[in-house]
């Protein structure tokens, strides 16, 4: 943040302070101005999240009303219309991956509000509280290549767990009583699997079928409880109080002292970083036009030009992907004729960058 005097002041004698936060063409954003744009963004992605919120709702109430009139024309039909309830399981099936689908969506969105709700409100509201380092840079790398924030495995586990585990249960027992009860109540496990049969498929090969496949989703769901990638999801009591002895005061990061260890880990992400080198004639108007448009520091080498034998100045400077532009209008405004080289970097640490010290 640059701070700049201000000519206009007033007629105090003294220069106003202005802060600008962030320079565009000319325009400065205030400090007030910013706050005011991140309300509005949060606004928006609150909507956002509740759209595809509702969406989720809406594919869940899809296939409870399906399973609830599929089960009804089974219950009132007294011949073999057993196999419509496995038609309804594999449409069930269907409703679950738009769903997990949908869910990917959902935390998309509810990860930037998270965000935004750790980083910046809780710092304001919070003066012990300080926004993690790599906020800003995580937050518009989302924006910039926006990217789900979990696999399609753990949506698939998550929603099998809210809701549709309790779906597909209710539909396998009104199966399995329809078989075994109508029309009339089977007196052996061979009628009871006959009864299962669907065409020239064997009853049996319909049962094995069916228990294969109840196990693989248990197992899915087993599976994926270790993912929690997710951040859309209120954590459970006994996680969130777990780490509040008094070793907390021992940690050093301000989100383990107030919340304690792994309570909400959320990814972190950074825009590309690069090392630029601009070659020039006029380093010095070159560099002051820099720091003053980008408040980036520069630091300037001697060189020689092997083809003309003049002595040139090399400036270099570390930027990410989004300062590149405005780079390279800085050095045409300064000099024209200079020479901009762009290489990436594997890694910036240092001030304005990661800190040296990050774990």
């Known amino acids: 943040m640059s701070v700049n ?12 302070v202005r802060e600008p936060v962030w320079q565009y063409r000319g325009y ?9 744009a991140m309300v509005h963004f949060y606004r928006g992605e609150i909507h956002r999240a509740n759209t595809w919120r509702n969406r989720l709702d809406a594919t869940t109430n899809w296939a ?15 011949n073999n219309s057993h196999a419509v ?3 309804d399981m594999a449409l069930i099936l269907i409703f679950l991956w738009i769903e997990a689908r949908r869910y990917r969506y ?13 980083d910046f409100f809780a710092a304001m509201l919070v003066p012990p509280f300080q926004p993690s380092p790599d906020w800003a840079e995580t937050l518009a790398t989302s924006l910039l290549r926006p990217k789900f924030p979990i ?20 539909l396998l027992l009104v199966w399995v009583f329809k078989l075994y009860s109508l029309p009339t109540v089977a007196i052996s496990f061979d009628e009871f699997a006959a009864r299962a049969s669907i065409g020239p498929i064997a009853g049996t090969t319909v049962l094995v079928g069916v228990g294969v496949a109840a196990l693989f989703l248990i197992a ?8 929690n990638e997710a951040t859309g999801e209120v954590l459970e009591a006994p996680r969130v109080f777990q780490g509040l002895g008094f070793e907390r005061v021992l940690r050093g990061n301000p989100m383990e002292r107030v919340y304690g260890a792994n309570v909400w880990q959320r990814p972190s992400a950074r825009r590309d970083e690069f090392m ?13 036009r820099v720091m003053q448009d980008m408040n980036r520091g520069v630091t300037q080498l001697h060189g020689e030009g092997m083809y003309t034998q003049k002595a040139r100045e090399v400036l270099i400077c570390a930027l990410t992907e989004t300062e590149i532009d405005d780079l390279k209008r800085a050095v045409n405004a300064a000099d024209p004729q200079g020479f901009v080289v762009v290489l990436p970097a594997s890694e910036i640490a240092g001030k304005g960058f990661a800190p040296l010290d990050e774990d």
């Open 276 to 288: 630029t080198m601009i070659i020039t004639d006029k380093g010095a108007a070159v560099a002051e």
């Open 28 to 36: 400065a954003l205030r400090a007030q101005d910013f706050t005011t």
């Open 106 to 118: 959902f935390e998309l969105f509810s990860y930037r509000v998270r965000l935004l709700e750790t």
């Open 64 to 78: 409870i009303v399906t399973t609830a009139a599929v089960i009804s024309f089974a219950l009132a039909s007294s």
């Open 5 to 16: 005097p201000n000519p206009n002041d007033g007629g105090t004698g003294e220069p106003s």
């Open 151 to 170: 696999t399609n495995l753990e949506a698939i586990g998550r929603r099998l767990r809210r809701n549709y585990l309790a779906i597909l249960g209710i």
């Open 220 to 227: 899915t769901a087993l599976a994926t409880l270790t993912l």
């Open 85 to 87: 309830l496995l038609i």
